[in-house]
Every structure is written in C-alpha cells, then in structure tokens.
C-alpha cells in the first residue's frame, strides 16, 4: 500500500494510527488543513485532525481524540489566539505532556502561547510559509528516525569473546545432537516410528490467551477499566459504563476524569450535574488553569447550578482570578463589567486596563473598545485611540472606521 492509499484509508477510518496529531482550534481548521495537505502530500507523513478523520459520532468527544492522542507519533500544535483561549487544546496539551510525546509548535500569528509545553522548536507561519513549512516537517521527520546508538568500543572486543566462546559451545552442542540422533536413528529403525514418537515426539503446548480488557479492567488497570466503560457505552449500557469510567478516574487516569467533568458539565449520559463537573475538572488538575477558574465565574453570575443562587461577589471573584492568570475572555469580561458597574464598580480606568491587556494578546474587538475608550476621555490619548483603532479596523472591525473619521473630524 503506498501513501496515497494510507492517506485514502486514514481518511475512511478515523482511529487509523498517524505520524502527526494536529491539535488546533476550531476557528483554525483552514489552516490544519493546509499543513495537513502539505505534511502528507509533499512530505509523506500521515496526519491526523478532528474535522477528516474523527467519525461522526466522536465529533468534539475529548476522550475519543486524547486517545488518538496516544497513538500519533508526534503532537503538533497550531498556535493563535484562538487556540490560546480553547479548553480543549488545553486539554490535549497537557495529555501530550502527560504521555511523554514528541511536540511541535506551529505558530499562526507569531506568538508564544505554550512555552513551557513547547520549549525546543516554534515555527512561525507568516509571509514565508514554504519555508516554515518545511523546516517544520523537517523536524518531524527527524524526531520519527532518531539515530542508533553508537556502539562501545569496550562492548565491540567484549561481544568478540563471547563470541568466540559462544562458537564453541555451539560445537559441542552440534556434536551432542549427532549422538543423540545416532541413538533417535538406531530406535527408529528397530522398533518402529510409533517407539519414537511415544518417547521422543514433541508436546504440543496449549497457546495461553492474553487477558481481555473486561479482565484486565477486573484486575484493576485504569485505563482497562476506561475502555471496557466507553465499550459499554456503545452497547447502551450507560449506568455500567460510568460505574467503570469512574473506578478508572478515582484512580486519577486523566482520559476518565476529562470525560466524566464534560459529561456532567455537559448532561452527555449522566444528570448535569455542576458540582460533579467541578470535582473532576479539578481532580484532572485542571482547576488552576485560567480558563476553569473563568467558568466557575460563569456558574455564579448566571445561577447555572440549581442548589447554588447567583452570586456576583464570587463571580467577580474567579473572573478576576481568571483575568489576572492571562486568560483572554476573562480579561474582556472583566473590562465589561468595570464599564456595566453591576457587578464590578463601575471604573473606566479599569476597563481601560482590562482592554489594553486584552489588546495586547492580539484580541481585535479589545483593539477597538481601547481606542474607543481612549477617545472618549480626552484629546491627551488620541495618538494612542488613532493607533488602536487602526489595528482594529486593519484586522476587520468595522465599526473602527466610523470612530477614526469622527476623531479626524473633530
């Protein structure tokens, strides 16, 4: 089968295991297609991403891609603003940490968003596309054929005598065989093929089965337990397969956790259930992370747990928390907030503050809310207003034109 033939299947069966993992938002999918397009059409590496190859009933299933995860040689990550903001490239991320694999960082618009997780290679994807495309498939390919260990001299002159004497044992084994088979001979020419085989014919061994994943999940493997649950899951078996996904998750397998908090975050299978998504979120690890504490936020500004009432103090509180940590939506929402003076004091400074570092993570409507803010409050910031606004309208917010010729008219 060559690769055309590869890239043809992979496309008709989505768990087919691939070179590259390509981890993206979905506002980003033009663009894993076209690095997809030219990994495995020029450069002959298979690819994997959710809009081809995952079926459709395991469209947006954390659970079904961090196992695809697992079986793609290398995780590549195509980095914007939009996948900087997304919970579910956060969770790939950390899984790809988790399980120790090979990642590259494929940025969109220039920007660091994953340092830590990808500290040793970051290709830019600008004007030199081409060129940046290459060096990173490069790369990849390089990762797939690492070099052979060298081998010890010291090792090389240690392997000669036990090579040497390892011939001789041989030879006395060679000689050892020809007696025997001079006696095996002599018996079956006298008393007959059926003394032989009574004496001397070879037992036949009865194959021991490997254990099965219902066997395994028994024995207590965690990630057993997962599989067999989301296999009980195909067979509607639901109270069974959460009683199984859950034995899998108390034993903190990350797949099983990420799984139950989307399900009761989500109502998928199990009672939404708030409180339950939380837990798990948190025993995933995940409660430190930005993105969670900005929607913990949301569970008390809009009452969405039924035992909890609304409770802006402690809504203000995680967008805050969320805000501080550099998570972009919280940053807009905060800002929002200072100027709606509900529940935020109003503060237009605030929401000068909140915008301007919003802005500066390359989000465009936070381009223009500063520049508009900033020509409301006075002819001393309209240099700054002008330059603000004129990046929101270069990156398509309308609404930026009509505010620069009333500021040029003025």
Not at 119 to 132: E, F, G, H, I
Not at 318 to 339: D, E
Request: glycine residues 6%; charged residues 25%; contains cysteine.
């Amino acid at each position: 089968m060559d690769h055309t033939d590869v890239v043809f299947e992979s496309s008709r069966y989505g768990t087919h295991p691939r070179d590259v993992f390509i981890c993206y938002s979905s506002e980003d999918v033009a663009e894993a297609e076209r690095v997809a397009a030219r990994l495995e059409l020029h450069e002959g590496l298979s690819c994997w991403y959710e809009a081809r190859n995952a079926p459709k009933e395991h469209i947006n299933n954390i659970s079904f891609i961090l196992d695809m995860v697992e079986q793609c040689a290398v995780f590549l990550l195509l980095t914007s603003a939009h996948s900087a903001t997304s919970l579910e490239v956060q969770f790939m991320v950390s899984h790809a940490m988790a399980e120790n694999k090979d990642r590259v960082e494929f940025n969109i618009d220039n920007k660091r968003y994953h340092e830590q997780a990808f500290s040793d290679s970051s290709y830019a994807l600008d004007t030199q596309w081409d060129k940046a495309v290459f060096t990173l498939s490069d790369h990849v390919k390089r990762i797939k054929e690492a070099p052979k260990e060298e081998t010890d001299p010291e090792e090389e002159v240690i392997a000669s005598v036990n090579t040497g004497a390892s011939r001789a044992v041989v030879l006395v084994f060679v000689l050892l065989i020809g007696v025997i088979g001079g006696v095996i001979t002599f018996y079956t020419l006298t008393e007959g093929p059926e003394y032989f085989l009574r004496h001397f014919g070879p037992a036949t061994p009865t194959p021991i089965p490997p254990p099965t994943i219902y066997e395994r999940a028994q024995r207590g493997e965690p990630r057993a337990q997962y599989e067999h649950g989301r296999n009980l899951m195909s067979s509607q078996r639901f109270d069974e397969a959460i009683d199984w996904i859950k034995k899998a998750a108390q034993q903190d397998y990350f797949n099983a956790q990420a799984f139950l908090a989307e399900s009761y975050r989500d109502g998928y299978i199990v009672q939404r259930d708030y409180w339950q998504a939380i837990y798990w979120f948190y025993r995933a690890g995940v409660m430190e992370m930005p993105e969670m504490q900005y929607y913990v936020g949301q569970l008390y500004e809009f009452g969405l747990v039924e035992e909890l009432e609304r409770d802006y103090e402690m809504a203000a509180y995680w967008y805050m928390h969320s805000a501080r940590n550099g998570f972009l939506q919280a940053q807009m929402t905060v800002a929002w907030l200072s100027l709606d003076g509900q529940i935020l004091p109003y503060d237009i400074d605030t929401a000068i503050y909140w915008f301007r570092q919003a802005a500066m993570q390359g989000h465009p409507n936070a381009y223009l809310r500063l520049g508009q803010l900033l020509g409301y409050i006075g002819h001393d910031n309209l240099e700054e207003a002008i330059y603000w606004l004129t990046r929101a309208a270069d990156a398509g917010e309308t609404e930026a034109h009509e505010i620069l010729e009333q500021l040029y008219t003025e």
